[in-house]
Each structure stands twice: as structure tokens, then as C-alpha cells.
Nanobody, 117 residues
């Protein structure tokens, strides 16, 4: 299964970006999808996730600012990021989980998000 991200780039603090991810299979066959991020010298963290049934979950630091959504017809998920902060700077990875009790086993190549002050 391939996951391909797009939409990263440079934004100013307070600005917005939207990340997109397309899967090579129907996302209805993927238990949950989400976005991880990794900043230099920091641990990888799950930013947001959405299950097949539409339940969402967010990292505390992005609640109220980021919104994850999915389009089953296009096999895509999105991450709308508003009110960006410099600490949001990281590589963002689109991920998928094949089963409810598995780890995220589908990973994209990542897209860089850089937020300047």
C-alpha cells in the first residue's frame, strides 16, 4: 500500500496549510488513517487520526487548530492546519493502520512543513 503526501511547504506563524494524502487502495479497507510528525531531535508523534467510521483524535497541542478529514471516494485524507506555530515545524507523514489492533503499518515518504516567525 502506498501513501503519497502533498501540500507541505513554508508558512508564517499564524498562517494555514493543508496537507493531502492519497492511498493506493480504497481507504474503506484501512482501519484508521492519520498524520504523524517528526521534528529534529524530537520523538515522532501522532498528530491526528480518523477511523473508518469517522472518529477523530488529536494531539493536545493541535486541538482547535488542526482538522483531519477524509474523502472515501477519492481515497484521500487531509490535514487542515490553522494558526500555525513555529513548533509545528516538522516532517509530516501520512499513515494507515490495516487493523484495529495493529500499529500504523502504512507510511508515506513525508512532506516538510516549516513555520517561520
Amino acid at each position: 500500500v502506498q501513501m503519497v503526501e502533498s501540500g507541505g511547504g513554508l508558512a508564517q506563524a499564524g498562517g494555514s496549510l493543508t496537507l493531502s494524502c492519497v492511498a493506493s487502495i480504497s481507504i474503506l479497507n484501512i482501519d484508521a488513517m492519520g498524520w504523524y510528525r517528526q521534528a529534529p531531535e524530537k520523538p515522532r508523534e501522532l498528530v491526528a487520526s480518523v477511523t473508518r467510521s469517522g472518529d477523530t483524535n488529536y494531539l493536545d497541542s493541535v486541538k482547535g487548530r488542526f482538522t483531519i478529514s477524509r474523502d472515501n471516494a477519492k481515497n484521500m485524507i487531509y490535514l487542515r492546519m490553522n494558526n500555525l506555530k513555529t513548533e509545528d515545524t516538522a516532517i509530516y507523514y501520512c499513515v494507515g493502520r490495516s487493523g484495529m489492533y495493529t500499529v500504523y503499518d502504512y507510511w508515506g515518504q513525508g512532506t516538510q512543513v516549516t513555520v517561520s516567525s
